[in-house]
């Protein structure tokens, strides 16, 4: 198993909603527009947007150009708006734009990381 691969699995172990399970999911609990909810804190966007560095890391390394950085910013969105989807049903939990957008800034962070790093000059 590769690491992103890995890290799928850890970012969906992570966001389950493992107490405070619902029946019902909580459609008035989500925040759709980004930056919008008083839930919103920078040490939240701060932890998103460093989660998913490494994805944006280890899977852009390998490819190149921008199929690699599409592909990539494609699997941060599935990833995100998926553990977002679970906290639907979590009483402690709430889903939020604010995140799947934070996160994705954290892929493209990681994916041009690795681009730099590949491109530079070695010794």
């Known amino acids: 198993m590769k690491f992103w691969q890995l890290w799928v699995v850890l970012i969906f172990i992570g966001s389950g909603p493992w107490f405070g399970v619902l029946r019902e999911?909580?459609?008035?609990?989500?925040?759709?527009?980004?930056?919008?909810?008083?839930?919103?804190?920078?040490s939240d966007m701060i932890i998103n947007t460093l989660m998913f560095l490494p994805l944006g890391w280890t899977f852009k390394t390998p490819r190149r150009g921008l199929a690699g950085t599409a592909t990539v910013v494609a699997m941060a969105l599935a990833v995100s708006i998926g553990a977002e989807s679970m906290q639907l049903y979590c009483a402690r939990r709430d889903p939020s734009a604010t995140d799947v957008t934070m996160n994705t800034i954290g892929t493209l962070l990681g994916a041009a990381g690795a681009s730099l790093w590949r491109r530079r000059p070695l010794p």
């Open 25 to 42: 999911p909580q459609w008035d609990h989500v925040a759709w527009v980004p930056f919008s909810s008083r839930n919103d804190k920078a």
